[in-house]
């Protein structure tokens, strides 16, 4: 027997999941805790056995999310093949149905047949065990490890073990030969005493005894005089009532009589004139209905007769059917059509307004030829936006011309003024020589002089980069103007358009571009200012420091000074003029540059005007129409050709609808061809109202007819009622054997005369019945009565003696209380006899408990005869398997529940000198031995959850080993929740919960 597959309904966490193709060998569950091994554990079991009840212990697992209870498993059996076990709520352990190969299906009896009569837990002590046999063998003492081994390799669980310490405890706590403690030890003490006081009681008190006796005789004679007052009375009553008969017995006698004396009324039918008089009761209302029957036909066929049915009306019921129901559909087709109208006369104002805004003078026809498509709709923008790109170039390029203009003019006059200001050939040359003559003076000087010239140098350097700096974050100013007006018109017209993806995608750029173009332009020549004012610096305290060297060595030189004034001047004069040539030359450029972009724009706004005339030409517009009105246009375009296409389609609904109500109109008349009324609507419901009476004639014809035939058929089924019961007559008058109803009633009153006197006959037959015994044939009623008489004196002296006899054992019941309430007689046999009952009871529970443990003696050594040698063959084979032959044989000792285990070199061992590992090791050998020997001719499923995580790597591997062993016999299924033993398998024998 295997497991196939197991489908779960709802069972505790687990719903609605399918395990299928189960291995018929090793079937490993891996899954981490609270997977739900457990839970399938309990499945399978419930599933077999049954749900746990309410009033067990174990768990139910009812699903917590609603779903439906239960669930079931496919197994394969040798007897029956594949069957489906399913098990759903219903009694306390559920409802099961059993499907089997042939499609018939079976219930609990099959469960118990397959598995032999094994109940849950039976099933979980052979075939089922866990780590609570281990836990077992772990907590177990060294006195208790060997009967807990004992027992489970017996019965499969320690259930032997418990029972015999309970029933042991049990008895030591009733009774011990030599103990005193013991509820039995403590009562017969005390029953011994309390038995010795009583009978000193008895001893003093002989006249009780003497009184009981005489009690005793008393009712024995009480006992004499009742049966013998019964047995009288009885007799008496008879005979009276039998005297209280005669009259019954005379009435007896002269039934007899006239029962000879009357004729003969067989054969007669069983109550004949009751049936006859019930034949005669139906056949009157027959005969009555079959007349009225006869005048309601001739009444039917004469209205029949009166109906006219216009046939030719009711033949084109089809076509005033399918008219009166388009009734609605024509009021709705002329609705439709004054709302075509109507929307056709909206549509020629729209769009000759329209076409006077744009300029169409073409016809409308022509509309629908425009490209209106997205890609024009795509260049008409393309070109536009080019337009309005150009007009703005072309502002940006004026204000840039007028500004280079203004420069170029400021410098040209700057440098005008330079020239004037420089000093003449002649003049720089005196100077020059008398700076010449004075170079006896300190050479700070000349190193003033240099200095002047790099700080003056220096000075315009700065002011050079400064006014370049300011023209740049001017012109940063100007392009980002620009870029945020052509960013925000681009925005726009996106938007418009609903292209929300391209407005994020330009915002996105757009973002970036700015942050670049502004780190750009702060960058610049702000690092180059702050190197040349740092040199400034420098340089003005250089110049402080020679000036006033020179200072000190030469105030006296006024002249020399004057010249050298004169001469710095001229230089400084002559470095500026030289920074302004190159600013002028620089805006000369610039002048240029600004020029060579007009032409620039002059070709850009040429092609954009070509590609506009263009677009214009394509679309029939107005040449004089403008490039930035141009996507106005086309959108009055698109609106036009829309607008015509509605027209024409309303024009063509129109044409339809106008086709279909005349089409209807036709119709209506062709039908109408005998009528007046020319209101379409008013004649349709005029031929529906002819049709719907027509119908109601042809529809009271069918029921006439019905009726009429209804009356045939009712008449017909009449007669052959009275032609029936007139055959019944014919058979009672046969069956009494006479020829008339008169005969036949006159032989029915004799027989219901007979009939009562045989009744009456049997009513006293039965009332004197029991008594006819004593009636002899010489009976005299004066005879019975002294008989009578006799037995009532004889009754009256036996109740004397009865009363005489019950006053004497009064007397003697007093005298007996009196001593038992008045001494201590009474009250120490009462004492003596309560304590002997309790005694008793706790012997019964000493001999039950005692029977008990002498069965499970006898039980368990049936085993050790019958199943305990192969058990130790096969469980001596696993362990030495297991062990590697470390040990050699198991034995089990007659005198006590328990095993010894014998070692390679002969040492014998108890399971509790044994290590916890090689302990583990013997039960499981045992339960695997018990499992494979408890049923030899049947191979039940193994399951087994966790019971082999104590072992090392070597004892795991040999403990797979011998499953895999068994496999080949037994289907195992493996519960865990280790991945080192999932390593032990192939991928196909594993399935992960």
Known sequence: MRIIDLHIYGYGKLESKEYGNLSGGIQLFYGKNEAGKSTLMSFIHSILFGFPTKQQQDLRYEPKSGTRYGGKISLQTKEYGTIVIERLPGKSSGNVTVYMPDGTTMGEELLKELFQGMDKSF???????????????????????????????????????????????????????????????QQLIDLKEKHQLFVQAQEKNQTYKKLIEGKEDLQRK????????????????????????????IERQTIQTKLISLPSSEPFPVDGLKRLEHLHSQLLPYKAQLSSLSQKKLKLENDIRNINVNVELLNREPAIREVSDNVRVYEQLQAEISEHKREIALLNEFLSSTKEQVGWTNSEEELLYLDTSISKKE???????????????????????????????????????????????????????????????????????????????TEDKIKRYSNQEKARIKNSKVLFTSFFLLLTALTIWLILNNQWIVVGAVLVVSVLTFVLLKNISMQGTSYILKDLKQEKGQLEQKLGKLNENIEAGSRDSEGIEEAQELLIKDRELNRILDIEKITLSQNERQYEKVLSEYDSWENRRFSNHERVAKVISELHLSEALSGGKLLDSYILLEELKSTFRKKKKHTEQLEAASSKVLQYEQKVKLLCEQENNHEIVSAVYTLLTRLESEKEKKGKLYHLTGKLEDIIEQTTQLQLEINYLEQECTQLYEMAEVSNEEEYRSKGKIYEQRAHLNGRLDLIESQVGPYLHLIDEEYHEDEKRVQLKFLKGNLEELKLKEKDYRHQLSEVSIRITDLEEGGTYAETFHIYEQSKSLFQQEVKKWAVHSVAKDILGKTIERYRALRLPRLLSDAEEYFRFLTEDEYNHIYSPDDQAGFIVERKDGVRFSPSELSQATAEQLYLSLRIALGNTMHPMTAYPFIVDDSFVNFDQQRTEKIIKLLQTLSSNHQILLFTCHKHIVDHFQTEDVVYL
Do not use: C, W
């Open 123 to 185: 099933y979980q002590g052979v075939y089922s065990y866990n780590l609570q046999g281990l836990q077992g063998v772990q907590q177990m003492n060294a006195e208790k490890l060997g009967n807990y081994l004992f027992s489970a390799g017996v019965v499969g669980t320690d259930a032997l073990v418990k029972v015999n310490e309970r029933i042991t405890k049990e008895l030591e706590s009733l009774f011990k030969p030599s103990g005193r403690k013991p509820i039995i030890n």
């Open 222 to 249: 009480m006992q004499d005089i009742e049966r013998e007052v019964s047995k009288t009375t009885n007799e008496y009553r008879q005979l009276e009532h039998l005297l209280s008969m005669n009259d019954l017995l």
């Open 379 to 457: 260049e008409i923008k393309t070109v536009v936006n080019e337009f309005e790109s150009i007009k703005q170039q072309k502002q940006f390029l004026d204000e840039q011309f007028s500004r280079t203009k203004m420069l170029l003019e400021a410098s040209e006059e700057k440098i005008h003024d330079l020239q004037k200001q420089l000093l003449t050939k002649e003049a720089r040359k005196h100077y020059e020589e008398i700076l010449h003559a004075s170079s006896t003076s300190n050479e700070n000087l000349n190193e003033r002089s240099k200095v002047i010239d790099l700080l003056s140098t």
